[in-house]
């Protein structure tokens, strides 16, 4: 479809929070062509319009971008809580996904997807096994999904990630695949390296979790004389980039090793609280200029799956840990949420509304009273922001949530479901 967005307020994202007051936004097919002041209109040549939005006003920006999620972990929302990390992965949520089936991967990615797009959510980076049925799922509803493998000592093997990687970046427009594995503490040796051959095989990045909770750091370095990062970059697990989840207990040299190697740290402030794992120290990651995204991390450890409350969990957490209500800045923790996250997942392609990407982009209501005054519209989503501002989530020039109302191909209700037909299924 070719869609008009207009008399709507514009940031773009290429020059941080500024905004462009008298915006109009293009939407030919799947690309943005024209975004930018309605007096700078002259020269270009729209199409016949298929729908025209008068935007009234309100804000349009890049979608969010997820960068570290478990989607099919819905079923187990509030199932397993008030746990620490441990206790909580080995007896409650390990024999819990050993029950799973593929269809029912496929239907519990559906029922995060829509969370995501009512968070103005337009991309997540999963990591979760059968990695085939995740890519279905967002292909069927239009959804953008960028996965990581989730190898470990008891799922999956070099092969299959190998057959996982040229298969899957081949599959479909919407779904790309990075190499990956679980974590260090899951994951043996000979894995460890098989990876790294792969890595140098396809010049690839390698992403996984890491230095999540003080356990992990610990008992990796009585089992390996050093810390996860350290251990992993000896393996020659980063001789092409990649990058961490949590990033929480980081010693100076897993700090300088993520800056020279250009590692991605992924920041994951609402299941790192709720599992007290830690605060990540994002802010002399930001001095240091390491590369920093969001993530929301999976339903069972969160369990909402909302960027607004990440993005001020990050920068409250963070101004906490310094002890410093300058830091952390809001205005950085947006361009993480947008910009940083499509670059960690490689989405180059959807990361600024510019003419020639990729249409994903979300509409903001501004006309409800925790978005006034305008003062500062970056500080706004940041700090007062919630789901409730979003009027529109767009992914590849597809409008899947406007109003409240989703268009993936599946009603909510059946969804909602089937959801509880899987974990009662599980339970027995």
Request: charged share 20%; hydrophobic share 35%; with cysteine.
């Amino acid at each position: 479809m070719n869609i008009r967005f207009y008399r709507v307020k514009l940031m773009t994202m290429e020059d941080g929070t500024d905004i462009i007051h008298d915006g109009e936004l293009w939407v030919e097919g799947k690309k943005i062509t024209y975004a930018g002041s309605q007096r700078d209109i002259q020269g270009h040549f729209p199409p016949k319009w298929d729908r025209e939005i008068d935007g009234k006003g309100n804000l349009l920006l890049p979608g969010f971008k997820n960068a570290h999620t478990h989607s099919a972990m819905t079923f187990l929302r509030s199932y397993a809580d008030d746990l620490p990390l441990l206790d909580w992965l080995n007896k409650q949520v390990f024999p819990m996904e050993a029950k799973l089936q593929g269809d029912d991967i496929y239907l519990l990615c559906k029922l995060a997807l829509m969370e995501y797009l009512t968070s103005g959510i337009t991309a997540n980076f999963d990591m979760y096994f059968q990695p085939r049925q995740i890519a279905r799922s967002s292909a069927d509803c239009g959804f953008r999904t960028v996965l990581a493998g989730a190898l470990n000592d008891f799922v999956s093997s070099i092969e299959e990630e190998e057959e996982n990687y040229v298969e899957l970046n081949h599959f479909h427009p919407l779904i790309r695949y990075h190499l990956g594995f679980h974590g260090e503490y899951t994951t043996g040796k000979e894995r460890l390296r098989g990876i790294a051959r792969l890595a140098e095989k396809y010049k690839a990045p390698v992403f996984s979790h890491n230095s999540e909770s003080i356990s992990e750091v610990e008992q990796c370095i009585q089992r390996n004389g050093t810390t996860p990062t350290v251990y992993l970059d000896s393996l020659g697990i980063f001789q092409y980039g990649g990058g961490g989840y949590h990033c929480i207990h980081m010693s100076q040299e897993d700090l300088e090793i993520f800056k020279k190697r250009g590692l991605w740290a992924v920041t994951n402030p609402g299941s790192n609280v709720k599992l007290a794992s830690g605060i990540a120290p994002v802010q002399k990651m930001m001095d240091m200029g390491i590369h920093l995204a969001i993530g929301t991390d999976g339903p069972a450890s969160n369990n909402c799956l909302d960027m607004f409350r990440e993005m001020f969990l990050t920068t409250g957490l963070g101004k906490l840990r310094e002890q410093n209500a300058a830091a952390v800045e809001a205005d950085h923790v947006l361009w993480m949420a947008t910009v940083g996250g499509a670059h960690a997942m490689g989405l180059w392609d959807c990361d600024t509304l510019t003419a020639g990407k990729c249409a994903d982009l979300i509409m903001i209501d501004l006309h409800q009273p925790n978005m006034q005054p305008e003062n500062n519209l970056g500080k706004n989503l940041v700090y007062s922001g919630s789901k409730q501002n979003v009027k529109m989530t767009m992914v590849n020039g597809n409008i899947l949530y406007e109003n409240g109302t989703f268009y993936i191909g599946e009603e909510p209700e059946w969804i909602y479901r089937k959801a509880n037909e899987i974990i009662n299924k599980c339970r027995n």
